[in-house]
């Protein structure tokens, strides 16, 4: 059986379990062919990234209960879409990232040396 890859090249992580994150709620950042934002990176909410994916359009503060959303706190990991981080990312807003825990196809969008440049530190 293969398994899904991260960015640096092992075997995909969990992003976040409390609050269950990912488009499947698996608490990883796989994405399928359903996944049309591609929810593939794991990125660290930081109160400057929730105000700005806010402004943008995405408001990811607010809890949805009938999307299985509980609204995002700083500190918070979330498989985000890579389109909304290479947004941020422009405007010099990118939240950090969990670079295990992101899935190998954000390499498709960014540069390897870009995704380490944000990486979160090791836990």
Request: proline share 7%; glycine share 8%.
């Amino acid at each position: 059986m293969n398994r899904v890859k991260n960015v640096l090249g092992g075997e995909l992580k969990d992003c976040s379990r409390q609050p269950l994150t990912g488009f499947y709620r698996d608490g990883c950042c796989n994405t399928g062919a359903d996944d049309m934002g591609m929810h593939t990176v794991c990125a660290q909410m930081t109160a400057e990234f929730l105000r700005f994916s806010q402004e943008m359009g995405n408001d990811l503060i607010t809890p949805m209960p009938m999307f299985n959303f509980p609204g995002l706190n700083p500190g918070d990991k979330w498989c985000i879409c890579v389109s909304r981080w290479v947004e941020a990312f422009n405007a010099g807003m990118a939240p950090p990232i969990d670079l295990e825990a992101s899935h190998i196809s954000v390499l498709e969008f960014v540069s390897l040396e870009d995704l380490k440049n944000h990486a979160l530190a090791p836990e």
